[in-house]
């Protein structure tokens, strides 16, 4: 079992920026890729980024490619999400997932553990 915790998440004006965190616990979470998705309300949860096992490898949805950057710091099993540029559209709760096959993934069901989410606002 892995265990994920977002934070980082706050209310921010348009152009503004944040960085998330997610601390991974649990069995070997240092070898799994790993992503991140929004909600935003009354939507589907989407893609936004994802890196694989290693952080060599990261792909990023079309919408905040070059404003988000994806990191991960294997010896603190911790997942960052670098936003800037942040515009009202980037308005949702952000949630960070796990997956044990190791590499990048755009699909939400390909990740098994979840975690509770950080709320982003932007405003104008």
């Known amino acids: 079992q892995v265990r994920l915790v977002e934070s980082g998440g706050g209310s921010v004006q348009a152009g503004g920026s944040l960085r998330l965190s997610c601390v991974a616990s649990g069995d070997a979470s240092s070898r799994y890729s790993m992503g991140w998705f929004r909600r935003a309300l009354g939507t589907e949860r989407e893609f936004v980024a994802t890196?694989?096992?290693?952080?060599?490898?990261?792909d990023y949805a079309h919408s905040v490619k070059g404003r988000f950057t994806i990191s991960k710091d294997n010896a603190k099993n911790t997942v960052y999400l670098e936003m800037n540029s942040l515009k009202s559209e980037d308005t949702a709760v952000y949630y960070c997932?796990?997956?044990?096959?190791?590499?990048?993934?755009?699909?939400?069901?390909?990740?098994?553990?979840w975690g509770q989410g950080t709320q982003v606002t932007v405003s104008l």
């Open positions: 997932a796990a997956d044990r096959s190791r590499w990048t993934s755009r699909v939400d069901s390909t990740y098994e553990f």
């Open positions: 890196i694989d096992w290693s952080g060599a490898a990261t």
